[in-house]
């Protein structure tokens, strides 16, 4: 018997776990079997965020959370095939995005890394495995990112309507499907990951559920200028960015010291919110529905208030159209895995800025 399924595995930069999902991608549209969610622990989540700056050793310290990340990997993909039952050998490929550590695709140099033996993860699962889906398009000029435009367009392309999907994941992006025109895509800005840090730090908790503790402050108008002073805001796309741009450093340097923490996060939920619409508004504001997806779209206080400041649009989530929100990101590195295996180019030059189609990541048999 062929293999039947694939599986997509990511890890993104909020550094909340591991999303593994198991797929059938020959109906149209493909379908979303199974899912599995690995969080990540404290000490891991530490070990990886050192890593985002130099320091020392970190050759060896990366080799060897690659092989960790690995073993997570595997342990998720084998829970999950064990839990429903299905044989690795029914697996055509894992398409792992891995984590990433550093992002710098600008100019001709540019590079992006992501942990997570790939050798090791077909080794330990019995799976071929691709891996390293960004540096081929940036190779190529592109931003390497965002690379799940194409998978937006798959599952959501309409004939008639201009709609944008938004993945507020620890980055946010956005895919403008409009009818007989280009797929766009690019980063907006902060997603969560500032939210994260700054919760974690003054409350305790890796998040902060539903913006319950953003709501009990008050946005600062002037803190809230001052982010959004930053040029990347104001570049044209196509454009990504990661935690080298948005950071605690980048948070503090803006802070006076005397501001209530509960203020700061409020401000911080209205900077994901104003980027978002400023995006929608600047670059497709004949959309007519905006679809939103990743971890920030189950945060209600966020939902609320981008519906608020998007007047006379419908703002839902993805899961209204049958794709449930917390697995597109995985669901999409399922399919690119499936392009790559085919031949098939996995980037839109539109949206990365590659100079052309690129097959993306390498292949790890299994
Ligand atoms: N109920 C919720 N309220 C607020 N934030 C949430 C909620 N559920 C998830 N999140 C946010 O979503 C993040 C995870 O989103 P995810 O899509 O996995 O991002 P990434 O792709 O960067 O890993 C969490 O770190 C948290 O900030
Ligand atoms: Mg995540």
Same mark, same amino acid.
């Given at each position: 018997m062929n293999p039947t399924y694939h599986i997509g595995i990511m890890s993104g930069t909020s550094l909340d776990g591991v999303d593994v999902a198991l797929v059938d991608l020959s109906p149209l549209p493909p379908s979303l079997l199974h899912t599995f969610y690995l969080p990540y622990d404290k000490d891991l989540r530490r070990q990886l965020l050192d890593l985002h700056q130099p320091g020392n050793d970190e050759l060896h310290r990366a080799a060897m959370l690659g092989n960790t990340l690995a073993h997570r990997y595997a342990k998720a993909v084998i829970e999950l095939l064990k839990e429903n039952k299905v044989e690795p050998q029914n697996v055509v490929a894992i398409g792992c995005h891995g984590q990433t550590v550093r992002h710098c695709p600008q100019s001709g140099m540019g590079y992006s890394i992501q942990l997570g033996n790939a050798a090791l993860l077909a080794e330990l699962t019995g799976i071929t495995v691709v891996a390293d889906f960004r540096s081929r398009d940036i190779a190529a000029g592109g931003q390497g990112a965002p690379l799940v435009?194409?998978? +937006?367009?798959? =599952?959501?392309?309409?004939?008639?309507? @201009?709609?944008?999907?938004?993945?507020?994941?620890?980055?946010?992006?956005?895919? $403008?499907?409009?009818?007989?025109?280009?797929?766009?895509?690019?980063?907006?800005?902060?997603?969560?990951?500032?939210? #994260?840090?700054?919760?974690?730090? +003054?409350?305790?908790?890796?998040?902060?559920?539903?913006?319950?503790? %953003?709501?009990?402050?008050?946005?600062?108008?002037? =803190?809230?200028?001052?982010?959004?002073?930053?040029?990347?805001?104001?570049?044209?796309?196509?454009?990504?960015?990661?935690?080298?741009?948005?950071? $605690?450093?980048?948070?503090?340097?803006?802070?006076?010291? @005397?501001?209530?923490?509960?203020?700061?996060?409020?401000?911080?939920?209205?900077?994901?919110?104003?980027?978002?619409?400023? $995006?929608?508004? %600047?670059?497709? $504001?004949d959309a007519a529905e905006i679809y939103l997806c990743g971890g920030g779209a189950r945060n209600k206080a966020l939902t609320s208030k981008l519906q608020a400041s998007l007047p006379?649009?419908?703002?839902?989530?993805?899961?209204?159209?049958? %794709?449930?929100? #917390?697995?597109?990101?995985?669901?999409?590195?399922?399919? =690119?895995?499936?392009?790559?295996?085919?031949?098939?180019?996995?980037?839109?030059?539109?949206?990365?800025? %590659?100079?052309?189609?690129?097959?993306?990541?390498?292949?790890?048999?299994?």
């Open positions: 435009s194409g998978f +937006h367009q798959l =599952l959501f392309q309409d004939p008639k309507i @201009h709609r944008v999907i938004v993945n507020i994941g620890g980055i946010s992006n956005i895919t $403008s499907l409009a009818p007989n025109l280009e797929v766009v895509g690019f980063d907006c800005g902060p997603g969560n990951l500032l939210m #994260d840090s700054w919760c974690l730090r +003054h409350i305790g908790t890796t998040y902060d559920g539903n913006g319950v503790w %953003a709501e009990s402050g008050k946005v600062i108008p002037v =803190l809230l200028e001052k982010f959004m002073s930053l040029r990347f805001f104001s570049l044209p796309p196509p454009k990504s960015a990661g935690r080298e741009v948005f950071n $605690s450093a980048w948070l503090e340097s803006y802070l006076s010291g @005397h501001e209530k923490p509960e203020d700061v996060q409020a401000t911080l939920l209205q900077l994901t919110i104003t980027t978002i619409t400023n $995006s929608i508004l %600047a670059d497709f $504001s006379g649009k419908k703002v839902k989530l993805t899961d209204v159209l049958g %794709a449930n929100a #917390d697995w597109l990101e995985a669901f999409a590195f399922a399919w =690119l895995a499936k392009q790559t295996i085919l031949g098939v180019p996995g980037n839109l030059p539109p949206v990365t800025n %590659a100079k052309g189609e690129r097959i993306l990541g390498a292949i790890y048999q299994a």
